[in-house]
Structures are given as structure tokens and as C-alpha cells.
């Protein structure tokens, strides 16, 4: 069992920045790919970004690219979404998810473990 932690969300203004970390904990941190998503209230999930192993391959979703960095720290065993030029879409509850095999990285059911989320709030 994985157990996924998210911190560092809060509330920006516009234009502001924030970094989330996720942390690792349980089995040995060795899955294929690490995702980032995050759902606003009455949407859908969305896929914000996702970090390879060696964090060689990384991606992104249409709408945070060139805004948002993703990064991976295997010997912390955390990897990072660092948000940039935050606007008011961006607000959304944002969860950390590890999974086995990056084929299908921008959905959520290639992932097998999620933590419980943290809020981001960005004001106008």
C-alpha cells in the first residue's frame, strides 16, 4: 500500500504562485509515473500533469502549460507541481496520484494510488 500527501495549497491572489508537494510513503517509491489532477466543484477531474520516474518525461495539460512545472525527488520521495501566473480557473481541489505504467498518464484510471487532495484557492 501507497500512502499520497499533498501540501501546500492555499489561497494566492491572481498572478500569484504556489508549490505543492506530495509525499510518499509505504512501498518503495518506484512507480512508472506520478500525475497531478484536480477537480473544481461541479467539474470533472482534469489532468494537470504527470512526472515520469526519472523525471526525463513530463506533461501537461493544455491549460497550465507554460505556467506550471512538475519535478520528482526519488531520494525524498516527493515529487512537486509549482504553479505559476495562477488565475481564478485554477481553483480546484489538487491530488497526487502514483501509478505503475505511463501509457495512459493523462487519465485518471492509470493510477492506482491518490492522496486526499489540497486546496487551491486563487482570487481575482
Known amino acids: 500500500q501507497v500512502e499520497l500527501v499533498e501540501s501546500g495549497g492555499g489561497l494566492v491572489q491572481a498572478g500569484g504562485s504556489l508549490r505543492l508537494s506530495c509525499a510518499a510513503s509505504?512501498?518503495?517509491?518506484?512507480?512508472?509515473?506520478m500525475g497531478w489532477f484536480r477537480q473544481a466543484p461541479g467539474k470533472e477531474r482534469e489532468f494537470v500533469a504527470a512526472?515520469?520516474?526519472?523525471?526525463?518525461?513530463?506533461y501537461y495539460g493544455d491549460s497550465v502549460k507554460g505556467r506550471f512545472t512538475g519535478s520528482r525527488d526519488i531520494a525524498k520521495n516527493s515529487v512537486y507541481l509549482q504553479m505559476n501566473s495562477l488565475k481564478p480557473e485554477d481553483t480546484a481541489i489538487y491530488y497526487c496520484?502514483?501509478?505503475?505504467?505511463?501509457?495512459?498518464?493523462?487519465?485518471?484510471?492509470?493510477?492506482?494510488?491518490w492522496g486526499q487532495g489540497t486546496q487551491v484557492t486563487v482570487s481575482s
Open positions: 496520484a502514483a501509478g505503475y505504467s505511463g501509457r495512459d498518464y493523462y487519465t485518471a484510471k492509470n493510477y492506482a494510488f
Open positions: 509505504g512501498r518503495t517509491f518506484n512507480y512508472a509515473i
Open positions: 512526472i515520469g520516474f526519472g523525471a526525463i518525461n513530463t
